[in-house]
């Protein structure tokens, strides 16, 4: 069965600094992996993903990626936070693109300090 | 990616009343949509699968009686809860799968709906 796990359930970083939010899956095949952000009472709206391909993925706001089939991750980062970004954030994995529902980790939730 | 409408955003209802939940893909026919549950500060937990012009796929655990799926056109699903009760209280997500849109887009979720059963 797929999985995903955040080891972080909350991590606090200064404005300006940089972030790394970490995502580790388990799927027995190719995996389709996605980060999410979501903000208080709100739904998902999409980072980045990976399907194939170039290993590091950028996405909106900043965000990239970097898929390491090795080490089973694809972890998040930015180089440099702005107080907006503070959200809940969301690694999941699906794969056999297509119907496939979605395994989500257990989200991490950021806080930005002035 | 998909455009997807989902109403109301929250709701509140008295205990023993049902509540539907509408989910629409706006400019994209869903053959599929996902249902997800979410406690707070708590991650997204798949409820069940809904299919176009057939039964919807529970999740183990998930109520069919008590969550009903309705997936009628290529458009629109509902998740009706019924006899809805306090501990339904919960942030309901429908979802879009990319099929067919091709690989270029995710998964797109619709804003939730926040339940309050009192």
């Known amino acids: 069965a797929q999985s995903v796990t955040q080891p972080d359930i909350h991590i606090t970083v200064s404005e300006g600094a940089s972030l790394e939010l970490r995502c580790n899956y388990s799927y027995g095949a190719t995996p389709y992996l996605f980060w999410y952000v979501q903000s208080p009472g709100q739904g998902l709206q999409l980072l980045l993903k990976y399907f194939s391909g170039d290993t590091l993925v950028q996405g909106i706001k900043g965000f990239e990626a970097e898929f390491k089939r090795s080490q089973s991750s694809f972890n998040l980062r930015k180089p440099s936070v702005h107080w907006s970004d503070a959200a809940e954030y969301f690694c999941a994995v699906g794969g056999d693109f297509g119907n496939e529902k979605l395994t989500f980790g257990t989200g991490t939730r950021l806080t930005i300090i002035p | 990616g998909a455009v997807v409408s989902q109403h109301p955003s929250w709701v509140i209802c008295k205990s023993g009343t049902s509540v539907k939940i509408e989910c629409r893909s706006l400019d994209f026919q869903a053959t599929t949509m996902f249902w997800y549950r979410q406690f707070p500060k708590q991650s997204l937990m798949l409820m069940a699968t809904s299919n176009e012009g057939s039964k919807a796929t529970y999740e183990q655990g998930v109520e069919k009686d008590k969550f009903l799926i309705n997936h009628a056109s290529l458009t629109l699903s509902t998740l009706t809860v019924t006899s809805a009760h306090p501990e339904d209280s919960s942030f309901y997500i429908c979802?879009?799968?990319?099929?067919?849109?091709?690989?270029?887009?995710?998964?797109?979720f619709g804003s939730g709906t926040r339940l309050t059963v009192v």
């Open positions: 979802s879009v799968p990319p099929y067919g849109q091709g690989v270029t887009y995710g998964y797109t």
